[in-house]
């Protein structure tokens, strides 16, 4: 167990709509990372947030976005769906700004099927 | 920039017998270097990291890298392979500031009996 919890495990929703995935990052960590993992694309780095601000981004979409709260979670919000978004979306945590000479420690991830 | 490249996208061996998952990469800086290990259905373990100390770095589960400056490989290798490192592996470069973060495409590592 990595510590790192998101939620839901899965999720099945429907082209067009919106949905929201949780992350609550191991305590004391102070940076969370999103990331999407499908078939085509790999593993590819979304965006970071380092104690409520947004540190980086990758290659996340404009419809995709993200915030962390005060209490350090992290909500990434997924809308106007499609097909294309089914993936594996992991979330990760660690206690630096940045990555370096420190490991991050990923969650279990959440499975989106859009249908 | 920062690149990773992954040299073999699945790798077979058989129980017992030494694992090679090959990694080359290209960065500006002197970066630092990451192997992941994912089981199915789990999320991205640390196997072991790079920062710039000794070359040859050990992880967990009997595996180890050595960091080749003059090849820009960063291969990870096992002496005898186990059931259970059945799995995908992530080569990953970061910058010296951690904020670019790359990983490669992955290696499935299959292991027979």
């Known amino acids: 167990d990595s510590g790192v919890t998101q939620t839901p495990k899965h999720l099945i929703t429907a082209t067009g709509q919106r949905v929201t995935l949780r992350c609550s990052p191991r305590?004391?960590?102070?940076?969370v990372y999103w990331y999407q993992q499908s078939l085509d694309q790999g593993l590819q780095f979304l965006i970071q947030y380092y104690n409520g601000e947004e540190r980086a981004k990758g290659n996340i979409l404009e419809r995709f976005s993200a915030q962390q709260f005060p209490d350090l979670h992290s909500e990434l919000n997924l809308s106007s769906l499609e097909l294309g978004d089914s993936a594996l979306y992991f979330c990760?945590?660690?206690?630096?700004?940045?990555?370096?000479?420190?490991?991050?420690?990923f969650g279990q991830g959440t499975r989106l099927t859009v249908v | 920039a920062q690149s990773v490249t992954q040299l073999d996208s699945h790798v077979s061996v058989s129980e017992g017998t030494p694992v090679l998952l090959r990694c080359n990469y290209s960065?500006?800086?002197?970066?630092?270097l990451f192997w992941y290990v994912q089981h199915p259905n789990k999320g991205l373990q640390l196997l072991l990291k790079?920062?710039?100390?000794?070359?040859l770095v050990k992880g967990i589960n009997g595996f180890e890298a050595e960091f080749k400056k003059s090849e820009t490989s960063f291969h990870l290798t096992k002496p005898s392979a186990h059931m259970s490192d059945a799995a995908e592996y992530f080569c990953v470069v970061s910058d010296p500031g951690g904020f670019k973060t790359i990983f490669g495409a992955g290696t499935r590592l299959f292991v027979k009996a």
């Open positions: 960065s500006s800086y002197s970066p630092s």
């Open positions: 990760a945590s660690s206690p630096h700004p940045g990555q370096a000479n420190t490991e991050a420690f």
């Open positions: 790079y920062t710039s100390a000794a070359t």
């Open positions: 305590s004391g960590d102070l940076s």
